[in-house]
């Protein structure tokens, strides 16, 4: 008998324990409600977006993005929540949260003043992400277009590996101990 079927036997007198045929139906009763409340709780996920999956192309709809069911879930997701969160006030915060929202990892982001350029680093992982243009996309939407982007990454050079290096340690090893190649797009 299912849990939902054992809870409901709980409830009856105990005369209900011996009866195969009560057992019978609760337990096809205990199998519907369980169904239920997973429909349920499928439905809610929809209504938030970082919980949301088959409901996407109504946020994309509803937020005027193009829907491209090609791109994975997460991506797609990481388009709708960035739109959400570049809505306000332009900060430096505010693009970092925005650029963060995709699946990348840590960003930092500073502005240089004098050459009217925002510069959107990527910290926590090494190369370009692989949704790149969203990010793009997504900062040009919100930072003033007086402002000129530079996007600079991170990559894993020849001169930081030893020579007795395994993968395994070449995996482990912390970020933070390489210094960043910058790339400017």
């Known amino acids: ?3 939902k079927g054992k809870e409901m036997l709980s409830y009856l007198p105990e005369i209900y324990d011996r009866s195969r045929i009560m057992q019978a139906v609760l337990n096809i009763q205990g199998i519907e409600i369980e169904n239920l ?20 192309d109504h946020w994309e709809f509803e937020l ?3 829907t491209d069911p090609s791109k994975p879930i997460e991506q797609r997701r990481s388009v709708v929540i960035s739109k959400i969160r570049g809505t306000g006030t332009v900060t430096v ?8 929202s995709y699946v990348n990892g840590e960003v930092d982001v500073s502005v240089d003043s004098p050459g009217f350029t925002a ?11 692989e949704n790149i243009r969203d990010i793009e996309n997504a900062i040009r939407d919100i930072i003033p277009a007086h402002l ?14 030893h020579q007795s290096m395994t993968v395994s340690q070449l995996q482990s090893t912390k970020l933070n101990k390489f210094s960043p190649f910058r790339e400017v797009l």
């Open 1 to 3: 008998m299912n849990h």
């Open 37 to 56: 409340l997973q429909a349920i709780d499928e439905i809610l996920d929809q209504y938030f977006a970082l919980s949301a999956t088959w409901w996407l």
């Open 148 to 161: 000129a982007i530079r996007y600079e990454y991170r990559y894993l050079l020849v001169q930081h590996i």
């Open 93 to 100: 915060a505010m693009i970092k949260r925005v650029a963060e």
């Open 119 to 129: 510069i959107i680093t990527f910290i926590s992982n090494l190369g370009v992400p």
């Open 64 to 66: 005027g993005i193009e």
